[in-house]
């Protein structure tokens, strides 16, 4: 069974995070995600006051992007995508993450298959995650969801309402909370527990159970208040059933 591209985030949830720790974070996961997907590597950062998101992405793997990666890109929580191209070819940085819309800015881990395109929705590139973005922004998340055909793991920021928004179907999604200073979620674990050190805290907890990073329940939607970093998780089922790709090893 073939997973493919990798995501992850950080979301600082004290003001003694600085840039640079969120940059050194930002390239372990973007480095631990890499074979996961080396056709392009993108992040965007977020001045959640503001309302700004900056988004840098080429294509290119991780090793090549992350050293060309500064502070300067850094304004806030930070995403992160590794690419391996499904639909769309990397060259165009349209079919590369993340994908800003009018509403949503999104990053996708899983594979879209018959959604059809939105009438009137102009599309920028032929990547089948901009289908799943368009449904989005189209119906909203929550109408969206059970509308997908295909897999997928997504993790997307809204500047309007300040919002933050995870959801798992299918593909890998772990989250971790770090004990006043930050919450995190990557499509592998050993990521999370790596970066314990430079936020300064000995133990990972997850948000479900103490001590323990946890791999999102099939069909949860996270959301965040980025305000008030209250948090709220509901049951959202997708009625498709991805279409697996098996290999001989």
């Given amino acids: 069974m073939i997973f493919i591209c990798g995501i992850a985030g950080i979301i600082p949830l004290s003001n003694e995070i600085t840039k640079e720790q969120i940059l050194e974070i930002t390239k372990i996961f973007a480095l631990e995600n890499i074979t996961r997907g080396r056709d392009a590597t993108g992040i965007a950062s977020w001045d959640v006051e503001k309302g700004d998101i900056l988004i840098c992405k080429q294509a290119e793997d991780a090793k090549e992007f992350?050293?060309?990666l500064k502070v300067d890109h850094i304004w806030g929580p930070t995403i992160v995508h590794n690419r391996a191209k499904t639909r769309g070819e990397p060259e165009d940085p349209e079919n590369n993450h993340p994908m800003f819309g009018k509403k949503y800015c999104i990053i996708h881990n899983g594979t879209v298959h018959s959604m059809k395109n939105i009438d009137d929705y102009l599309y920028k590139g032929q990547c089948d995650t901009e289908v799943l973005l368009s449904y989005i922004e189209t119906y909203g998340i929550k109408e969206a969801i059970p509308k997908i055909d295909g897999s997928a793991a997504f993790a997307i920021m809204s500047p309007d309402d300040k919002m933050f928004y995870l959801y798992k179907h299918t593909s890998p999604l772990v989250?971790?909370?770090?004990?006043?200073?930050?919450?995190?979620?990557?499509?592998?674990?050993?990521?999370?527990?790596?970066?314990?050190?430079?936020?300064?805290?000995?133990?990972?907890?997850?948000?479900?159970?103490?001590?323990?990073?946890?791999?999102?329940?099939?069909?949860?939607?996270?959301?965040?208040?980025?305000?008030?970093?209250?948090?709220?998780?509901e049951q959202i089922e997708v009625s498709n059933k991805p279409i697996y790709n098996y290999y001989n090893k």
């Fill in 66 to 68: 992350v050293s060309n």
């Fill in 175 to 233: 989250v971790a909370y770090y004990p006043g200073k930050a919450f995190a979620f990557c499509s592998t674990e050993f990521a999370l527990k790596k970066i314990t050190d430079i936020l300064g805290v000995e133990k990972v907890w997850g948000i479900f159970k103490n001590y323990t990073t946890e791999d999102l329940v099939e069909g949860q939607l996270f959301s965040m208040n980025m305000k008030t970093f209250d948090t709220t998780i």
